[in-house]
């Protein structure tokens, strides 16, 4: 992710990820954002993962950046509130499977009273299906947040999520049985390599 963003630009988005832009103001860290991050989180890693953006205008992609002034302190408080809410996820969402960013912005000479950020979260899709603290879950459908599941819309889900881990598996025993494939193979074409050698060698001894 970048180290700093430019004011009135284009947010940068890369090809084949999923991106929530959910505005400009993020709200209390232990309130209405941790109830966002929850429902947006919980969406992600139900769906295909991707990044929730706060600081960019939800209909043009322009960065702008938050409207509350994040110093190191409040920074920290925020972090801690996404940290929280993907602790109290079932099953609990490991830390290596998410990553928070929260990245300045370059005013290109414009003054302003105070430094301009953008939050990022990046989450991972999970192999399970993830409960919130609240046992709901959501999943992303046209890049909205959609939730909490009705129950034909979880057992819908826990089947997309059955044959992924069935195709998951597939895949990783075809990749052995190839290996092993390759394996016999080549095992095949050095024992008939060596007994043509032999076979010639024989001919050369008086």
Known sequence: MALSYKYN???P???GQ?????????GYCSGSFSQT???ACNALINTAGGIIV????KETGIIKGVSEELNREQQDLYRLA???ELRNFTPSVQPDSY???????DELGEKTSRARHVLEIKVSVGRDMFEDSRQEVYVVKHNKVHGPLFPQELKDLVLIKY?????LRATALNKDETLNSSISVLDDKNSRQMTKLNFYKSLTVP
Do not use: A, H, M
């Open 82 to 84: 996404v940290d929280r």
């Open 13 to 15: 988005k890369q090809t």
């Open 163 to 167: 044959k992924e881990e069935i195709i």
């Open 18 to 26: 999923q991106y929530l832009f959910l505005g400009l103001q993020l």
């Open 54 to 57: 706060f600081g960019v205008e």
């Open 9 to 11: 630009s284009w947010y």
């Open 37 to 39: 991050v929850r429902k």
């Open 99 to 105: 990553r928070i960013n929260i990245v300045g912005i």
